[in-house]
């Protein structure tokens, strides 16, 4: 990376490298090794961009009945316990730090269409068969959901107890395709708008909107007889 003249470099933590059961003791071996990357890192010159969570969420919270991994909002305790060990171990060093990399594929990947960790779905991406490890109508609204929520928590934290002394940032990174309509026609130009509202806007709007809603067309959406978004997320 040097040879290349790179100057920063975007890693992950491994969530159960760090913290790998529910005693909340921190895994030595593993901070030291997070460390070792960090130190190396800026001796050369190329400054740390540092991801909390991309998409491995510990087997220990996904098996728990009552945390569900994502589906509950008991991760929110979790996650930001786990953010708050990272801040500690590395936030001296690391000035740049992302809550959680790309929530569109971890909802819909992994309780929509089953496709990533933890596979769950009610229906199989791409065919009409149906299983039962999932609901893919209901589960990835709640899991973005409580991502939204763990995400802003942790940024809440962040600025909170340890941005004015480690002088760093914090932030998100989304995934989206891009639309476009096929022709001006109006129903075309509508049909783009929602689906970069179902993509991107589903979580941008609660982000950076004064009132931290999700775009009219989802709350006004009748998800499969399931009713409003409204009925079942609860802002």
């Not at 790179?6 to 071996?29: F, K």
């Not at 500690?88 to 060093?93: E, K």
């Not at 600025?159 to 760093?168: A, I, P, T």
Request: hydrophobic share 40%; aromatic share 14%; proline share 4%.
């Amino acid at each position: 990376m040097v040879a290349l003249g790179i100057d920063a470099y975007r890693l992950s933590i491994s969530w159960s490298r760090i913290l790998p059961d529910n005693t909340g003791r921190v895994n030595q071996a593993g901070a030291a090794f997070y460390n070792s990357i960090i130190n190396e890192l800026l001796h050369h010159g190329i400054e740390p961009y540092v991801t909390l969570y991309h998409w491995d969420m510990p087997q220990y919270l996904e098996n728990d009945p009552q945390v569900k991994g994502w589906r509950t909002r008991k991760i929110i305790t979790h996650y930001v316990y786990f953010a708050t060990t990272c801040f500690r171990l590395f936030g001296d060093r690391v000035k740049n730090w992302t809550t959680v990399n790309e929530i569109l594929n971890i909802a819909v990947s992994g309780y929509g269409t089953g496709t990533r960790a933890p596979g769950r779905c009610s229906v199989i991406s791409g065919t009409q068969k149906r299983v039962y490890i999932g609901d893919s109508t209901t589960e990835p609204y709640l899991v973005a959901h409580n991502v939204l929520l763990s995400h802003a928590a942790a940024v809440k934290l962040y600025r909170e107890q340890f941005q004015s002394e480690q002088k760093g940032r914090i932030g998100i990174a989304l995934n989206s395709k891009w639309y476009e309509p096929y022709t001006e026609d109006k129903h075309n130009v509508s049909a783009a708008q929602r689906c970069l509202e179902f993509e991107l806007a589903w979580f941008l709007d609660p982000i950076f909107f004064f009132f931290g809603d999700y775009p009219v067309s989802m709350r006004r959406a009748d998800w499969r007889g399931h009713g409003s978004i409204r009925r079942w997320v609860d802002l």
